[in-house]
């Protein structure tokens, strides 16, 4: 699992990756938004996402203004190559 705090808010950093998303072909097969009763003021969006047919995680947590991203890959599925990529991606953010 990879974290990233990002200094957007959670609506900049959804555009953003989906542009990036698409320009290096992984397709978001869904966009889950996720209601906590227990927790004020936070949103929190699951994308599920596709490359070459390989499907991870991102987990979206909004806090204050700011964006902690994570990626959750399925054991054994990526290689260290597109993980990378995957990674570098948050970092552009």
């Known amino acids: ?3 990233k705090t990002i200094e957007k808010n959670l609506d900049e950093t959804l555009k953003f990756l989906k542009k990036e998303f698409e320009k290096n072909n992984i397709s978001i097969l ?3 938004e996720k209601k906590e009763g227990k927790i004020q003021n936070i949103k929190l969006l ?3 996402a596709e490359k070459d047919k ?3 995680k991102v ?4 806090k204050q203004g700011k964006t902690i991203a994570s990626i959750i890959f399925p054991k054994k599925v990526f290689s260290e190559k597109e993980k990378d990529l995957i990674k ?3 970092n552009k953010v």
């Open 88 to 90: 570098n991606l948050l």
């Open 54 to 56: 390989k499907v991870f």
């Open 59 to 62: 987990s979206l947590i909004e």
């Open 46 to 48: 699951i994308l599920t």
């Open 1 to 3: 699992m990879i974290y």
């Open 30 to 32: 869904s966009i889950e």
